[in-house]
């Protein structure tokens, strides 16, 4: 009997932690990924890279179809990035943006004024992003890890949309 004891209590033990270093695992590889789709360019363009010295004209250009500009994009990207933000850290969201016909009110053309304070309110929510993870528990990174990884991957496809149209009107390096 006592030989089952600790042979259970060993059990328990390593997997207790191997729980632990996944989670810390995870936690790593989801800050990875925000970083990568913020500010560290890896195998795609970061958003502060894909924004860098856009002007509020070259922002605002649509081209002949529905397709939305960059700061549309850029609005959307922020408006999602805040809203999961504010839900992860547990304060109150207000989101009333529940079907495809209300997540088209989220692309928001900037007025002049608005485009840089846009930008790096942008910035901003993404560095916010990035200390929340790394600050967390284990357990919120357990319930949070899928919407992470999907917000991630969320700003890597608008900001891969937003260099395509630099590249398209000339103004990509």
């Known amino acids: 009997m006592k030989y089952i004891l600790i042979g259970l209590l060993l059990i328990l033990t390593f997997e207790s932690c191997a729980k632990k270093e996944n989670h ?13 789709t913020h ?3 890896d195998w795609f363009v970061p958003t502060n890279k894909a924004l860098e010295g856009l ?19 850029v609005s959307h990207i922020l408006y999602w ?6 839900a992860f850290k547990e304060e109150e969201v207000d989101d009333n943006i529940t079907n495809d016909n209300q997540n088209a009110e989220t ?28 600050k967390t528990s284990d357990q919120q990174i357990y319930l949070w890890q899928h919407e ?26």
């Open 107 to 134: 692309f928001k053309i900037s007025s002049g004024k608005d485009w840089s304070k846009t930008v790096q309110k942008l910035d901003s929510i993404q560095t916010e992003w990035e200390l929340a993870v790394e």
């Open 24 to 36: 810390a695992d995870m936690r790593l590889f989801l800050v990875e990924q925000l970083k990568n």
């Open 148 to 173: 992470i990884a999907d917000i991630a991957a969320h700003n890597a496809y608008h900001t891969g949309q937003i260099i395509y149209i630099r590249k398209k009107n000339g103004w990509w390096k």
């Open 55 to 73: 002007t509020f004209e070259q922002a605002n250009v649509k081209d002949s179809t529905d397709n939305h500009s960059i700061s549309e994009i």
């Open 81 to 86: 990035n805040e809203i999961n933000l504010r």
């Open 39 to 41: 500010t560290q360019q």
